[in-house]
């Protein structure tokens, strides 16, 4: 399974970015879709998630701020990043578990990560 993100750049703070990320590959079933951030010198943390049944989880710096969505058909996730502050700067990540297809009726384990993506807000 692989995945492919898009989006970010440089963005003025107050300003709004979409990041999306596209799942491929023998999937049979993704159970949760999310965006991680990692600063430099810091942890990298989960910004937002999204099960397959519609469940978000965000982190509290971006609550109220950011939406994810997910479309299932597609195998994408996509946070919209509104009301953008300089410390969300960082490099987001997508990351996908879930099972995929094997030979015959093998359904493996996977927990996938995106190549990361630059967001910097400028103050």
């Known amino acids: 399974v692989q995945l492919q993100a898009s989006g970010g750049g440089l963005v003025q703070a107050g300003g709004s970015l979409r990041l999306s990320c596209a799942a491929s590959?023998?999937?049979?079933?993704?159970?949760?879709m999310a965006w991680y951030r990692q600063a430099p010198g810091k942890q990298r943390e989960l910004v937002a998630a999204?099960?397959?049944?519609?469940?978000?989880n965000y982190a509290d710096a971006v609550k109220g701020r950011f939406t994810v969505s997910r479309d299932n058909a597609k195998n994408m996730v996509s946070p919209q990043m509104n009301s953008l502050k300089p410390e969300d700067t960082a490099v987001y990540y997508c990351?996908?578990?879930?099972?995929?297809?094997?030979?015959?009726?093998?359904?493996?384990?996977?927990?996938?990560w995106g190549q990361g993506t630059q967001v910097t807000v400028s103050s």
């Open positions: 999204v099960t397959s049944g519609g469940s978000t």
């Open positions: 590959g023998s999937i049979f079933v993704i159970n949760v």
């Open positions: 990351n996908a578990a879930g099972r995929y297809r094997g030979s015959d009726y093998y359904r493996g384990v996977f927990d996938g």
